[in-house]
């Protein structure tokens, strides 16, 4: 379903339950095409000035389109000093608006650079693949050296640690050449 | 007790891998084949072998590792490496102890902090009994300390030479920098002093 249309058929049904048949915007069974005559006369898409619930409603739910001074939420608080949601509102939007001023030319500056810089990330991506790629594939090699033969090996007497791992709860440096 | 004595004086022929207990899948020795074939390619000069089985009471991995090295001929060594370019990690599962032997070329490079520091990257697997993960792991652990060494030995050969020299000349050194005219070896006059 439409949300415009939705909003529109909530806010009949609230001011129906609110004003009962006193609204001049509802409708009733008998005064169909007085009630119709009234939502056209006041609908925000003939220009004219809202009179009606359903006016409101329309004018609420339709983007765009202003409310009168007298309908927007507290205006009767803005003239008793008091600071309403309203006006919190629009602070922000400037305090934003004046930061979006600030950053404008670093904006400009980002818009003017982005191709170099997309081509200076590309190259650094590249290269970095490259680098890997190249470290990947480096062989490494040992300088032989004479060592002496001991304990009558012939090609190996290099003796490593020993480990032991039959428990977990013992560390590791105690189980080391416990053997 | 000397080892030829406790494993026998005979020369053997083996795979690399030999697991002997039976403590790893089919997948499982692919995995460990892989990583012993990583590190061969990326270290020409260098092989891994891995045992698994039970030692003999009499017996120590040392020993084991030791004996091992200087009696197997490894069938499927790319390359036709000997065996004093070979590491050989054995795990016993019923003693739960593992080790590690390596040949002479890797003497100078490789301290047995650096073993301790290999196997203790697979002693979590193996206290789990994931045995093919944690020799994954000493392999890979093994692979990155030797490509180190190597840099090092690039940069400053001397280093590691100075690790493999006789006890000999190591006493001469000092002597031989403080007074490069002096020959190595040779003994200096004590200078007279006077009071």
Redesign the interface.
């Known amino acids: 379903m439409n949300p415009r249309l939705a909003g529109i058929a909530a806010a009949l049904l609230v001011a129906g339950v609110v004003s009962g048949a006193e609204s001049p915007g509802l409708p009733k069974w008998n005064e169909g095409g007085r009630a119709n005559n009234q939502v056209a006369a006041g609908s925000p898409l003939t220009g004219h000035e809202p009179r009606t619930t359903v006016d409101l409603a329309v004018a609420a739910t339709t983007p765009g389109e202003e409310l009168p001074e007298k309908f927007r939420g507290g205006g009767a608080d803005t003239a008793r000093g008091g600071t309403t949601e309203f006006g919190k509102k629009t602070k922000t939007a400037e305090k934003k608006s004046s930061i979006l001023e600030k950053l404008r030319p670093y904006s400009e500056m980002a818009v003017r650079f982005r191709i170099p810089a997309a081509v200076a990330a590309g190259l650094l991506a590249a290269g970095w693949l490259a680098g890997t790629c190249l470290r990947r594939r ?12 001991r ?1 009558g ?14 428990s ?1 709860t013992v560390s ?1 440096a105690s ?2 050449d416990q ?1 | 007790m000397d080892a030829n004595a406790i494993f026998g004086g005979n020369a053997l022929r083996r795979r690399r891998l030999t697991d002997q207990a039976g403590i790893l899948r089919h997948s499982e020795r692919a995995q460990v084949d892989a990583a012993m074939a990583r590190l061969s ?6 092989f891994v072998a891995v045992h698994t089985g039970a030692m003999d009471e009499l017996a ?3 020993q084991f ?2 004996w091992l ?2 009696r197997t001929t490894f069938e499927d060594v790319p390359g036709g490496l ?3 370019s ?1 590491i050989v990690i054995i795990i016993d599962p019923e ?16 301290e ?5 520091e ?3 990257r697979g ?1 979590a697997h ?2 789990e009994q994931r045995y093919a993960e944690g020799i994954v792991k000493a392999i890979g652990h093994l692979q990155a300390t ?2 180190k ?3 090092q ?2 940069r400053n ?1 001397g280093f ?2 100075r690790k ?1 020299l ?1 006890p000999a000349i190591i006493a001469a050194v000092p002597r031989h920098v403080r007074d490069p005219a002096q020959p190595v070896g040779e003994q200096v006059k004590p200078t007279e002093v006077r009071p």
Request: hydrophobic fraction near 45%; glycine fraction near 8%; charge should be positive.
């Open positions: 480096v062989r490494y090699r040992l300088p032989v050296m004479d060592v002496e033969p304990l090996g012939d090609y190996a007497a290099g003796v490593g640690a020993v480990i032991s791992f039959a977990a590791l189980q080391r053997l | 390619r990326r270290l020409p000069q260098v120590t991995l040392r590792g030791f090295l200087n000997t065996n004093d070979g003693s739960k102890a593992a080790g590690m032997a390596f040949g002479y070329l890797l003497d100078p490079y490789l047995e902090a650096d073993t301790f290999c196997l203790s002693h193996w206290l030797l490509c060494r190597a840099r030995a690039r050969p590691f030479q493999v006789p």
